[in-house]
């Protein structure tokens, strides 16, 4: 039942259209028509008042393509942030034998979104050693739960903490 409430609730997420990637070539076509122009311009006889509109539209396209870069990825990661800490908030009040499925839809949900990725990054979002102390004692089947996903689904460790490995014991044999 975990496993099928997790691919459920990962196959209902809305598809993402990466829209910050259509700042970047808005940008790139703004920067290659303001460094073209003024020769482009004189080769074709180009009216001033064109030259200006032309010019006026290479800038927007810049600063535009630049502020879409930017605040989108941003607006994503705030949104999958809010999305995790409601899922948080719920698994402190709710009860697992009280609705069993409800509880992996949460868990899954504070998980799938604790990580978000926009391209060639991934960043966390949201502080993952707070929620740890927010879950109380919804903590320890957090955990199961995020192994058993570990295991089966190769997830991103959010609850759980990184270990390294015991360090080989160099007194044995001697």
């Not at 993952?128 to 995020?146: D, S, T, Y």
Request: charged share 20%.
């Amino acid at each position: 039942m975990a496993l099928e409430e997790f691919d459920r609730v990962f196959a209902a997420r809305p598809e993402e259209t990466d829209l910050a990637s259509y700042g970047c070539v808005g940008s790139f076509f703004g920067l290659v028509l303001l460094v073209a122009l003024p020769n482009v311009a004189r080769l074709i006889s180009v009216p001033p008042r064109m030259r200006l509109i032309l010019m006026s539209a290479g800038i927007l396209l810049v600063v535009g393509g630049l502020v879409m870069r930017m605040l989108v990825p941003t607006k994503r990661v705030r949104d999958a942030g809010q999305r995790a800490k409601k899922a948080i908030d719920a698994l402190t009040t709710l009860e697992y034998s009280a609705d069993p499925a409800r509880w992996f839809r949460e868990a899954s949900l504070a998980m799938i979104d604790a990580f978000h990725s926009g391209g060639p990054w991934t960043v966390g979002t949201f502080d993952f050693a707070q929620a740890r102390k927010r879950l109380g004692p919804a903590l320890p089947r957090v955990v199961a739960f995020e192994t058993l996903l570990r295991l089966e689904r190769s997830i991103y460790p959010v609850f759980t903490e990184f270990s390294s490995p015991p360090a080989p014991d160099r007194t044995a044999g001697s």
